[in-house]
């Protein structure tokens, strides 16, 4: 089936605008995380959402970036007055919310660079 | 979290068989053992993940330490395809968020 999908693929900005990155999880997964992975680094937890809230926001960097999902579809991360530190692939993932374990499941990412 | 300690890079031949170590001496009694791996420009993709007791899917097989403090990924016959970062994660189960570290680069060649 199909898997987890990240639109744009590569987004190229300049410092100061604000960017959408969107996230389209897998169907039926209530779960939903975003990562970002800066160059030659692991990931690094941004948001997790169960459902449509979101009750682990802790890896947020700043009040630049927020992220919103509708329903136990869609999620939308946006990063307001970018910055050349903002460069990095946005990972999202997805996983199933029942059972005793649920593997996640991981987009291809979207590339942002920041001029 | 559990911190971690994984080599930064390990080399392999294809067909043989990869032994993956993986440090995590301050995991608490409850968490999983997760591995995950990243293959170049993709995102990460689920291998295997234990508790206690030795595991085996159709990927890998995790070997687990009888104190958990420690534990390796193997691979049995190593391929060209399975060139990619190895991650080792304690944590809980799933549905919580996963805190990646540097991971292994494994390099395979013929």
């Known amino acids: 089936g199909a898997g987890v999908s990240q639109s744009p693929s590569n987004k190229v900005t300049e410092k100061g605008k604000d960017v959408e990155l969107r996230c389209d999880p897998i169907?039926?997964?209530?779960?939903l995380y975003w990562y970002r992975q800066r160059l030659g680094q692991g990931l690094e937890f941004l948001i997790y959402f169960q459902g449509n809230s979101a009750p682990d926001k802790s890896g947020l960097p700043s009040d630049r970036f927020s992220a919103e999902r509708t329903g136990e579809s869609v999620s939308t991360l946006t990063i307001q007055r970018t910055q050349q530190e903002d460069s990095a692939v946005y990972l999202c993932?997805?996983?199933?919310?029942?059972?005793?374990?649920?593997?996640?499941?991981f987009g291809p990412g979207t590339r942002l660079t920041v001029l | 979290d559990a911190k971690t300690t994984q080599p930064n890079s390990m080399e392999s031949n294809e067909e043989e068989p990869v032994h993956l170590p993986c440090n995590h001496s301050t995991i608490s009694g409850t968490d999983y053992i997760h591995w995950y791996r990243q293959l170049p420009s993709q995102g990460p993709e689920y291998v295997i993940h234990?508790?206690?007791s030795n595991v085996n899917n159709r990927m890998a097989s995790l070997a687990i330490a009888e104190d958990r403090k420690s534990s390796t990924l193997i691979l049995h016959r190593a391929t060209l395809r399975d060139a990619a970062v190895y991650y080792c994660i304690p944590g809980r189960g799933g549905g919580n968020k996963l805190t990646f570290g540097t991971g292994t680069q494994l390099k395979v060649e013929l």
């Open positions: 234990g508790l206690t």
């Open positions: 993932a997805s996983s199933r919310r029942s059972g005793s374990y649920n593997e996640q499941f």
């Open positions: 169907s039926g997964h209530t779960a």
